[in-house]
């Protein structure tokens, strides 16, 4: 029993090795990972290499599948290149496989030594992110030995050699084992490790070992498709299209499986060898094989995984729930879903100016409604951002989770003054068929022609961060102000003058320009967290100290 438990306790550090070194290697790499995938995949050819080369690093087909999933959801890449990519994602993890088959017992304290005090001396920096990876591959490499060392007092059981003897040699019976481990795994490249390990002590027949790798193949393609389950049709595509070439590989090796078995066995002695040599034989082969078949998969994806009816208003969220375990991807799509609210509140701060000028009931409902949107989205923003783990994010991807958030937070309340505002618009001026003095209503229309300026400044400065554009930001938010007083001045001589329309509209009027004041306020605290993080407003909050202080010495 007791060796049966270390067995036991042995793969769960395998899968946990593997699972560290995934996510430790999206971590650091984080939104490189994105740029090599979508600028590669321009081609197959590129894309297959591209695929070999990050599957290579993160050590998982299933995380670069559900990425090029979200690629090719967003349009960002065709989806025929993004096949490619998966095809040699596959060879890549095919190829770790091989790396982890030498002896590599030696190396195991020395990577799990240094990536601990790596990792601990600097936890949310890239070098503890680099000592995380080296822990993982520590961990992978004793876990293997673990194995070794478990199985041997297993193999000389005799129920166990019984057991063995009796397993049935039925290929299909362990392809459905080996898709039923990986799905439980959550790792093919654990199970691949695993079953060589298990072959090499004899606790395996080489015949099952080799159904086994064919269903861990299959399995990560179902982990896959489990794994983008609720994403759009798009994005279900690609882990769709990978799964047709396993199934299409499983029942081209199948006939040949005895002819292969010979073939390696005149060439590699060990079963070790033999096994994971398997591995990568089949994803070669199938790589070669299924490179030119990539269009007529894509076209059969789009027949079984058709495009829904959407309604006009509806859109696809850039809040990707497979990206929550790439902090840096997560906070780009964020990001990107902030720009959208803003978009929602520019429709709706345009829209106000009309119904201002024109009474325009129908309008001022139809953009009140649209609050509701910029709520929804506030919330679902929010929330998105709550599901990233803190300790995964760096000091500057710490600093744009906070900029979001405040982003959001004042886009939400701009869009709820602009709803007040229309709400008083209805209730002082329209119901009540007033209207401003032509003075009056020019100087609302400049306060509204800044305000929109200062809203696409914002929204510039929160996607690009520079200095110059949030120093102008800040410049304008003075402007803004002084004008605001200026206005309210000029109304007041107007009533001085007794001007009948803004002596019916004067509440409203002074009400309307406060609040447009308001707006810009919320606009412009976008500058803030640029030039804070640059040094440039605590400097001049420094010099305006110390000039109060010499104002006061003399």
Not at 88 to 112: E, H, K, Q, R
Not at 141 to 155: H, N, R, S, V
Not at 243 to 259: S, Y
Request: glycine share 8%; charged share 15%.
């Amino acid at each position: 029993m007791i060796h049966l438990l270390n067995l036991l306790a042995a793969i769960a550090l395998l899968v946990w090795g593997t699972y560290i070194v995934r996510t430790g290697m999206t971590r650091l790499l984080g939104e490189n990972l994105r740029l090599v995938l979508s600028r590669s995949a321009g081609n197959r050819i590129a894309g297959v290499l591209a695929g070999f080369s990050v599957t290579s690093l993160v050590q998982s087909s299933t995380a670069t599948c559900m990425m090029m999933g979200s690629f090719v959801g967003k349009g960002l890449v065709a989806a025929s290149p993004a096949l490619a990519v998966m095809l040699g994602a596959d060879v890549g993890t095919a190829f770790m496989a091989v790396v982890y088959a030498f002896d590599l017992s030696w190396l195991s304290p020395l990577l799990i030594f240094v990536g601990v005090v790596m990792f601990i001396s600097r936890p949310n920096s890239d070098s503890g992110r680099v000592g995380r990876v080296l822990i993982g591959l520590g961990v992978i490499t004793l876990a293997l030995q673990l194995i070794t060392g478990a199985t041997k007092p297993l193999t000389e059981a005799t129920a166990v050699r019984a057991l063995l003897v009796a397993l049935p040699n039925e290929v299909l019976l362990n392809i459905l084992m080996g898709i039923a481990i990986t799905v439980l795994a959550y790792s093919s490249l654990a199970v691949v490790l695993l079953t060589a390990t298990l072959a090499a002590t004899g606790l395996l027949p080489v015949q099952v070992a080799l159904g086994l790798v064919i269903g861990a193949n299959i399995g990560s393609a179902v982990l896959a498709i489990l794994a983008t389950g609720g994403q759009p049709a798009a994005a279900r595509r690609i882990p769709l299209g990978n799964l047709l070439f396993k199934l299409l590989g499983a029942a081209v090796a199948l006939p040949l499986l005895p002819g292969a078995l010979v073939l390696l066995q005149q060439h590699l002695n060990a079963v070790h060898q033999l096994v994971v040599g398997f591995h990568l034989l089949f994803n070669l082969v199938l790589a070669v094989m299924c490179l030119g078949l990539t269009g007529l998969v894509v076209q059969i994806t789009e027949r079984l995984l058709p495009d829904p009816q959407r309604g006009v208003d509806e859109r696809q969220s850039h809040l990707d729930p497979s990206l929550l375990g790439t902090p840096s991807l997560a906070i780009a799509g964020a990001a990107r879903e902030a720009l959208y609210q803003a978009d929602v509140v520019e429709s709706m701060m345009r829209g106000m100016l009309v119904v201002i000028r024109n009474n325009d009931l129908e309008m001022s409902e139809r953009l009140r409604r649209k609050d509701d949107l910029v709520d929804t989205l506030y919330s679902a923003i929010k929330f998105y951002l709550t599901q990233i783990s803190s300790e995964a994010l760096s000091e500057r991807e710490g600093r744009r989770w906070t900029d979001i958030i405040s982003f959001t937070i004042n886009m939400e309340q701009v869009a709820d003054i602009i709803e007040r505002v229309l709400q008083d618009v209805e209730d002082k001026k329209i119901r009540k068929n007033r209207s401003f003095s032509d003075a009056g209503m020019a100087e609302i229309c400049h306060l509204h022609e800044q305000l929109l300026s200062n809203l696409r400044l914002a929204m510039s400065v929160f996607l690009n961060g520079h200095v110059n554009d949030a120093r102008k930001l800040l410049e304008d938010k003075a402007r803004f102000s002084s004008l605001e007083r200026e206005y309210a001045a000029s109304h007041i001589a107007r009533l001085q003058d007794n001007t009948a329309q803004s002596v019916e509209t004067s509440s409203l009027h002074l009400d309307l320009i406060s609040e447009l004041k308001r707006i810009n306020t919320h606009l412009c605290s976008v500058a803030y967290p640029i030039l804070e993080s640059a040094g440039v407003l605590a400097l001049s909050r420094l010099q305006r100290e110390q000039l109060v202080g010499q104002d006061r010495s003399d």
